[in-house]
T-cell receptor, first 112, second 113 residues
């Protein structure tokens, strides 16, 4: 996971609470992604950012917001958490080659 | 809908054998193909990528691509218990500068000592 960090590693929320997942990269690359991974569902793209100041919806954006304030950081916000958002969340960054992605260590989120 | 399909497994092989993992994709415009390894409780880790038809070797790993048949495979030679993991196939969506990947659900591999 060299170059991509995520905080926190674990989080438990009650339904309706809000929180922000943080992702930072020191790879100096433009494209960043937020995925969630659930058993049997694989990796699903929530939002991505092709460059600083731009964001686009992925496959499952409902219930989430994102912010790309600078090249290094891409945050994911849950405004009102729901049990269906219990998942493992990964941030990824596109590498210097042709579209490979490098992942952060993940955040394991439980919503009760 | 663009799809990447993998056999979920589990694929069980004895130590020292060759493990063969397969992936098919639906988007004929795809140009870049990736294999990731994911240990339980960890994040996906890139192990191989391939862009051209044919074979690409890296140590004990060989990626094979056949664009006409729309499949990509990963061979692991001399399999070790430490290779036991889920292997994810990913395909770049379409041609051009779109940087999204389409992901398979993964194949679970168990290497038995």
């Amino acid at each position: 996971n060299a170059g991509v960090t995520q905080t926190p590693k674990f989080q438990v929320l009650k339904t309706g609470q809000s929180m922000t997942l943080q992702c930072a990269q020191d790879m100096n690359h433009n494209s960043m992604y937020w995925y969630r991974q659930d058993p049997g569902m694989g990796l699903r793209l929530i939002y991505y950012s092709a460059s600083e100041g731009t964001t686009d919806k992925g496959e499952v954006p409902n219930g989430y917001n994102v912010s790309r304030l600078n090249k290094r950081e891409f945050s994911l916000r849950l405004e009102s958490a729901a049990p269906s958002q219990t998942s493992v969340y990964f941030c990824a960054v596109t590498g210097a080659g042709l579209h490979e992605q490098y992942f952060g260590p993940g955040t394991r989120l439980t919503v009760t | 809908q663009k799809e990447v399909e993998q056999n979920s497994g589990p694929l069980s092989v004895p130590e020292g054998a060759i493990a063969s993992l397969n992936c098919t994709y639906s988007d004929r415009g795809s140009q870049s193909f990736f294999w990731y390894r994911q240990y339980s409780g960890k994040s996906p880790e890139l192990i191989m990528f391939i862009y051209s038809n044919g074979d690409k070797e890296d140590g004990r790993f060989t990626a094979q691509l056949n664009k006409a048949s729309q499949y990509v495979s990963l061979l692991i030679r001399d399999s070790q218990p430490s290779d036991s993991a889920t292997y994810l196939c990913a395909v770049k969506e379409g041609a051009g500068n779109n940087r999204k990947l389409i992901w398979g659900l993964g194949t679970s591999l168990a290497v038995n000592p």
